[in-house]
């Protein structure tokens, strides 16, 4: 009894370090957040990342949102959080840029029940944050006026998610997820009268709508073991993801299609130390096309990936796998009717801080990628880091 | 399970903190879109002219608020300006000095207090600006002779209170005891002097008498000035050492000024200033509903319903037209306006915060009320209208609808404003500047 007492205290004391953490908030990451409905952020920990990965098909302690199969092979109370800086140039017809930002794609714990595993995520969906300044003029009084309007919008979509998965026998496994998008989203344009700096008597104008996000989601997945390789599928299958407007919003409520997401993977041992992954994902986001304005276009998000995992490398006496990885996959908004496609390259190695009895209680999973971004009038370079902590036996 | 029969959050909690040290070194900072695509519909600025009648009513002038005295220090004298304005300044003379610090015969300093009073001066200054004079001027000092009350005395009356009204036997405060003459030449500078005897200096050494005064007037037709202050200055002998003279200061402890004849309130049009101050009040009501206006119904959908947060510029325009010539400002009349915060109670309401932003008011040259008349002046009240709009301001307090046009500070000169009221060609109308846009949507 006091052992179980002491095990459940931990957990509490790590669920309110955890808490500490903004989980899932996504931060600015890309320009294309601006096109549609925003930049699909994928709820990813460092070595899926590393590994090229759609987030599907990984052996070990994987809790991942988009692989409920793989929850039931992982045995043991298990947390893991994620956070990914990211540093971006851009180049969009000659004009320059660059900037940066920090989100946390990924927040999860797990705990064996009922002879299965629960967990409870709070990933990324839709990264939605950006501004734009449009500089004008006006007639006032019989002379020009210079105005400035800065429109801003921040918000995005996150997905809870509650999942539940069990063994079938020795080789199987199958589990589900049950997700609820939520987020707001506030789009506020301001109009400033004058040369920049100036006050004058003309007051700003400000224009601004609320939304609150809401939906749902349900994922079913499974893996099998087989010999020397492990295969997974999941399908997620989406409500309307729908926009409330606030009492103070003048704008009107918006329901918008989501695509069903089919997502497979697989990893195959080739040796003592060498694993390769490969994983895809079909999305098909046409449909959400008829409910975005004018300007806005939608396209497929399919993507691939593939990696391969060096398990036996070692740093400082500790077992430190080295990863290789590529990834494309298709952006489904973009400014034109031309689809923009992003490719990454990855690297990434893992390190166990603590392991006992052949179980990992604690370890960091760190991933590097270079990748473009690439649409009709937009390129974008970006780095970006992925660290995830993954601990377990609380 | 036997992991969890060995803790491992020491390690955990390093992990965890080495975790957000990590993920706290980048800055975020929002991308900023390259395409208007990205942004929601364009807002319309539009500027319209609401005429007087669609926005105003009920206009009214109030005088006599505050008094001559207030201004303080000084006066105004004049001598048929303006062939109409007979002015005269009165003061009183604080206590005079009854101790001194001199030198005794052997060099010592220490007090005295047995002075005796040879003579003195009064000095006068003048406002160079204000005074219309350019040429040397004629000035009387006369000692009155009336019990008289400074706060409420007029050209007609000596003192005018409560249950207590005292007309001069002589209009314009007098009769005085005359005492001497003096000439001020503003080339020269800004000062006068009146040279006084003894026993002219004794007439105001007792300051319990109420009847002792100084009455300044100025004796060259067609001439205005304004006085900024004045002092005593007394030659006096130190019992401790008779063979030297020392001066000493005595201040005006009240002063103020009387004229004739008192303006009577504009039968068409908006004052604003004088001593006593005069101010305007008019009720607003923003209009709701904009229609018939061409231009305006040209780019927006009329009628329109006019919101709040549409005003980005709201202004009463008013149009300066020549004040009475004895009263025209020769120096800026810096105007304010004010909400009325119980109409019903005029002309004693309170007023509410200036809605100038400038605590000096809006500046106005005294050119538009003499030479230049007919100048557009804005008189922005922007905060105002939005809340007379909506009905209530930001705390949920209803709004007035009710504004007081007034001077910044009340009284500041003899002068006062004048613009053209509702019904005359150059009517006050209202300025707006309008932002109108589409509701901002989702993409």
Not at chain 1, 25 to 51: H, I, K, T
Not at chain 1, 98 to 125: C, H, K
Not at chain 1, 243 to 255: I, K, M, N, P
Not at chain 2, 28 to 44: F, K
Request: net charge negative; glycine share 12%; aromatic share 8%.
């Amino acid at each position: 009894m006091a052992k179980l007492i002491g095990a459940a205290g931990r957990a509490v004391v790590l669920a309110a370090l955890l808490a500490l953490v903004p989980a899932a908030d996504v931060g600015a990451q890309s320009l294309f957040n601006a096109a549609g409905l925003g930049l699909p952020g994928e709820a990813l920990d460092g070595r899926a990342r590393a590994l090229g990965s759609m987030g599907i098909g990984l052996p070990g302690s994987s809790i991942l949102p988009t692989d409920p199969g793989a929850l039931a092979r992982v045995g043991i109370s298990t947390g893991v959080m994620a956070a990914s800086p990211s540093w971006v140039d851009y180049n969009s017809a000659g004009n320059l840029g660059s900037f940066e930002g920090n989100r946390f794609p990924l927040l999860g714990l797990a705990y064996p029940v009922f002879g299965g595993m629960a967990s409870v995520q709070i990933g990324s969906f839709l990264d939605q944050g950006y501004e734009v300044t449009r500089i004008g003029e006006v007639s006032i009084g019989g002379s020009p006026v210079r105005t400035t309007d800065d429109f801003r919008q921040d918000g995005s979509v996150s997905n809870l998610n509650l999942g539940f998965a069990r063994t079938i026998g020795s080789r199987f496994a199958a589990g589900v997820t049950l997700g609820r998008y939520a987020g707001n989203l506030d789009r506020t344009l301001v109009r400033t009268y004058g040369e920049e700096g100036e006050s004058g008597n003309v007051d700003t104008y400000r224009e601004s709508g609320v939304w609150s996000w809401t939906g749902q989601s349900i994922t079913l997945g499974g893996t099998a073991e087989l010999p020397n390789v492990r295969v997974a599928a999941s399908i997620q299958i989406p409500s309307d993801l729908d926009a409330e407007a606030s009492t103070q919003t003048r704008g009107s409520d918006r329901s918008f299609a989501l695509p069903v997401q089919y997502r497979v993977g697989a990893t195959a041992n080739l040796g003592p130390s060498v694993l390769v992954h490969t994983s895809a994902v079909i999305a098909d986001w046409s449909a959400t096309q008829d409910a975005l304005a004018d300007g806005a276009f939608a396209h497929d998000g399919n993507g691939f990936g593939v990696g391969v995992e060096l398990s036996r490398a070692r740093v400082l006496g500790k077992d430190a796998p080295l990863r290789f990885g590529f990834r494309r996959v298709g952006l489904p908004f973009a400014f034109d009717d031309e689809q923009a496609i992003e490719r990454v390259f990855s690297g990434g190695f893992g390190l166990v801080l603590n392991e006992t009895a052949g179980v990992v209680l604690g370890g960091i999973d760190i991933a590097i990628e270079r990748g473009q971004r690439r649409g009709a009038n937009l390129t974008e370079h970006f780095w970006r880091g992925t660290l995830s902590l993954l601990t377990s036996g609380f | 399970m036997s992991v969890l029969e060995e803790p491992r959050l020491g390690t955990t909690l390093a992990a965890l903190a080495v975790f957000c040290v990590a993920v706290a070194g980048c800055e975020e900072q929002t991308p900023v879109a390259l395409t208007e695509d990205a942004l929601p519909g364009e807002p319309i600025s539009i500027e319209v002219n609401i005429p007087w009648s669609s926005f105003a009513s009920n206009l009214e002038v109030f005088g006599g608020y505050g008094s001559a005295e207030d201004i303080g220090g000084g006066g105004v004298i004049a001598e048929d300006f303006a062939g109409t304005l007979d002015a005269r300044t009165l003061m009183r003379i604080g206590a005079y000095p009854t101790v001194a610090t001199v030198q005794d015969t052997t060099g010592a300093s220490r007090p005295d207090s047995t002075l005796t009073i040879l003579g003195g001066r009064l000095v006068a200054f003048f406002d160079t600006i204000e005074s219309t004079n350019a040429m040397p001027v004629t000035m009387a000092l006369g000692a009155t002779t009336q019990e008289w009350d400074p706060t409420t005395a007029s050209w007609a009356f000596a003192v005018d209170t409560i249950n207590d009204q005292r007309p001069w036997t002589e209009p314009g405060g007098g009769p005085v005891t005359a005492l001497v003459q003096a000439t001020w030449d503003p080339a020269a500078g800004d000062t006068a002097v009146f040279e006084l005897d003894s026993a002219q200096v004794a007439l105001w050494s007792d300051t319990t008498d109420l009847s002792a005064g100084v009455r300044i007037d100025l004796l060259d037709a067609g001439e205005r000035l304004t006085v900024n202050s004045a002092v005593l200055r007394l030659d006096a002998r130190p019992s401790s050492n008779p063979d030297t003279i020392i001066q000493l200061t005595a201040s005006t402890r009240a002063s103020t000024f009387i004229y004739s004849p008192f303006p009577q309130p504009p039968p068409d049009g908006v004052r604003i200033g004088g001593a006593p101050s005069w101010r305007t009040i008019l009720d607003i009501a923003i209009p709701e509903m904009i229609d018939g206006i061409p231009e305006f119904c040209a780019v927006v959908d009329c009628p329109h319903q006019l919101d709040a947060g549409q005003i980005s510029y709201a202004a009463l325009v008013l149009t300066s037209r020549e004040t009475e010539a004895a009263f025209q400002p020769t120096d800026s009349i810096r105007l304010d306006v004010r909400p009325v915060l119980d109409r019903a109670s005029m002309p004693k309401s309170p007023l509410g915060v200036s809605l100038i932003v400038d605590p000096l008011g809006r500046t106005v040259g005294p050119d538009a009320f003499g030479a230049s008349p007919g100048v557009e002046i804005e008189v922005p009240f922007t905060g105002f209208a939005r809340d007379r709009l909506r009905g209530t301001d930001n705390s949920g307090n209803t709004t007035p609808g009710t504004l007081a046009l007034l001077s910044v500070i009340e009284p500041f000169s003899i002068s006062f404003a004048s613009f053209e009221g509702p019904g005359t060609a150059a009517e006050p109308y209202l300025k707006l500047v309008l932002t109108i846009g589409p509701p901002v949507e989702l993409p």
